[in-house]
Structure formats: C-alpha cells, structure tokens
C-alpha cells in the first residue's frame, strides 16, 4: 500500500520515462510510486486517497503523474510500518527532511520528480485490482483484461488500506484518469494466455 503501487514500466516491447518536476503542496505525506497532481497553486499534491477514481478535473489543466520521490509519513494503525508506510524520507537534493528543504526559498515545498501520465509512449504496471466503487480487492487479472480501461482508484475502507489500484469500472476519456491495459503478466513477468491468471497489468494512461 503506497510505496511504489505503481511503477513505471518498460520492455524491449515498449515503454519510455519522460520524467517532470514541481514543487510539493507543503505538509504532503505521499510515497514514491503514488499518484500525483498539480493543483491550482502550481505545486504536487497527493491524489485523492477516498475509495473514487481519479478524476482529471481534480487537477489543474490534467497534471497528474507517479511520484518519483516523496516525504512519505508516520506509521499508524492503519497505515503500517510494513505496507511502507513509517518511512520519513529525506529529500536528496538536500539530505534533509522535506519539511526543512526549500524551492526558491519557500520552506516545505521542495522538488517532486513526477513521470506524467497521459504519454502515450509511456507505460506502467500495478499488482492490484480493485473492485468497482473502490471499497476492497477486485477480480484477480486475466488474459480478457487486456484491451480493458479501468479507472485508478486508492482503497482506503480496509484495514490496513489496500492502496492504489486498477478499478474494475470502466474508465471515460476527459472525465476519469483512464488505464488501458496493454498486457497481463504472471509472477514471474511472462504474458498470460487468454483465460489465464495474472498477477500484473501493464498499462497506458490516457486522459
């Protein structure tokens, strides 16, 4: 849950990382490998955390990417130690915590390394799918899920939370942030054959 749900993907198959930066939305708390935006302000905020898809207008202009670093936060009963959580990074431009590192000289609102979504050429790959409305796991992956467009969505309604995942409802361009998956992976990284179980999506996100 959190660290690194998602991650850039690519294969001699395919796939490119075109990498963003801007300053963080001070007080943040995500992980590298979650979801980001930029909202009006023109800083990274987490994505929303609440169970529903990722909308593009919970952005500002559809900004939104995989965070490449990031603060992290405290572990607590939900969000455990274990699930990566409790993992207060430093930030490297400075070795010091986010909240002591600065952007132009505003304090708490350093860089973020961002991969956007919406490239066409880029590509990434999740372990979770979520069922449709967010609330737990969904339907594990198969073969017929390629070709499919899925929303993102962070469950957050189990104990501890799931986290960032593919969402078994189909996702609408220019509404919801829309994953199209491209292939079905096993454990072991190999293509699945039609009515086979996976356990990775490798996806393309379309705005």
């Given at each position: 849950m959190g660290l690194w749900d998602i991650r850039p993907w690519s294969s001699a198959r395919g796939g490119t990382t075109a990498a963003r930066w801007a300053p963080m939305t001070a007080g943040q708390g995500f992980l590298p490998g979650e979801p980001v935006m930029i909202v009006d302000a023109g800083t990274?905020?987490?994505?929303?955390?609440?169970?529903?898809?990722?909308?593009?207008?919970?952005?500002?202009?559809?900004?939104?990417?995989?965070?490449?670093?990031?603060?992290?936060?405290a572990a607590s009963a939900e969000l455990i130690a274990a699930d990566g959580w409790g993992r207060l990074y430093l930030h490297p431009d400075s070795g010091d915590t986010y909240?002591?590192?600065?952007?132009?000289?505003?304090?708490?609102?350093?860089?973020?390394?961002?991969?956007?979504?919406g490239l066409p050429d880029q590509l990434f790959v999740a372990n979770k799918m979520v069922a449709a409305a967010g609330?737990?796991?969904?339907?594990?992956?198969?073969?017929?899920?390629?070709g499919e467009s899925f929303q993102l969505t962070y469950v957050s309604g189990t104990t501890p939370d799931l986290g960032w995942?593919?969402?078994?409802?189909a996702g609408v361009p220019g509404t919801d942030l829309?994953?199209?998956v491209v292939d079905v992976l096993d454990a072991r990284g190999n293509s699945v054959a039609i009515g086979g179980t996976g356990t990775q999506a490798i996806f393309q996100t379309i705005l």
């Open positions: 990274i905020t987490s994505c929303v955390k609440d169970g529903t898809e990722i909308l593009v207008a919970d952005s500002d202009g559809g900004v939104i990417g995989l965070a490449v670093n990031g603060p992290g936060a909240a002591n590192t600065s952007f132009l000289g505003t304090l708490g609102s350093p860089r973020i390394w961002y991969i956007p979504f609330a737990a796991a969904g339907a594990a992956l198969t073969g017929a899920d390629r995942g593919l969402e078994r409802t829309v994953c199209r």
